[in-house]
T-cell receptor, first 113, second 114 residues
Framework: EAGVAQSPRYKIIEKRQSVAFWCNPI?????LYWYQQILGQGPKLLIQ????????DSQLPKDRFSAERLKGVDSTLKIQPAKLEDSAVYLC???????????FGPGTRLTVT | AQSVAQPEDQVNVAEGNPLTVKCTYS??????LFWYVQYPNRGLQFLLK??????LVKGSYGFEAEFNKSQTSFHLKKPSALVSDSALYFC????????????FGKGTKLSVIP
């Protein structure tokens, strides 16, 4: 069974530029999550989708971050404009439902200069 | 608000010795508890979970964890450590059925010394 796919793996941008990350979850998984992991910290949930609807986006900085999940499958996370403090690893995860364990992708390491 | 504490930033253990990585939690209601492992430049991998039932849960790669409700703890254990167990370990909690947000601890770096 294929795992969670993410791209790109690495991205370097200058502050005030925009960036987008892509995630393809495990086939059949209804729930999709985006996390931000800053160096030395545990992952922090940014947004959770159930199919193509948002379940929880309480920790998403909505003035600069946006996310969508098209047709309840793939998802994109966008940052516009980026700030230095957005430098982190962005992890995508999926699960069969909200109560099951989550399966994580390899992450995208973002560096904002 | 729910939270997780991993009191040790790093744990060092000799190969073949038993290992313990500590985790305590705070949550309203019954907790769902998880352990994940992260190898360098890779995403998190699920190890084991406690939802209900037996307080001792067994997971992947010979790891197990014991749920202690009175001490609000969920320590990760392994009887005999391998060098390949060296990685970053995260404990996570969510507040039972109907709650969606998973809260992670800051992680504990495990180093197994040959």
């Amino acid at each position: 069974e294929a795992g969670v796919a993410q791209s790109p793996r690495y991205k370097i941008i200058e502050k005030r530029q925009s960036v987008a990350f892509w995630c393809n979850p495990i086939s059949g998984h209804a729930t999709l999550y985006w996390y931000q992991q800053i160096l030395g910290q545990g992952p922090k949930l940014l947004i959770q989708f159930q199919n193509n609807g948002v379940v929880d986006d309480s920790q998403l900085p909505k003035d600069r971050f946006s996310a969508e999940r098209l047709k309840g499958v793939d998802s994109t996370l966008k940052i516009q404009p980026a700030k230095l403090e957005d430098s982190a690893v962005y992890l995508c995860a999926s699960s069969p439902s909200g109560i099951h364990e989550q399966y994580f992708g390899p992450g995208t390491r973002l560096t904002v200069t | 608000a729910q939270s997780v504490a991993q009191p040790e930033d790093q744990v060092n253990v000799a190969e073949g010795n038993p290992l313990t990585v500590k985790c305590t939690y705070s949550v309203s209601g019954n907790p769902y508890l998880f352990w994940y492992v992260q190898y360098p430049n890779r995403g998190l991998q699920f190890l084991l979970k406690y939802i209900t039932g037996d307080n001792l849960v067994k997971g992947s790669y010979g790891f197990e964890a014991e749920f202690n409700k009175s001490q609000t703890s969920f320590h990760l254990k392994k009887p005999s450590a391998l060098v390949s167990d060296s990685a970053l370990y995260f404990c996570a909690v969510r507040a039972g059925a109907g709650s969606y947000q998973l809260t992670f601890g800051k992680g504990t770096k495990l180093s197994v010394i040959p």
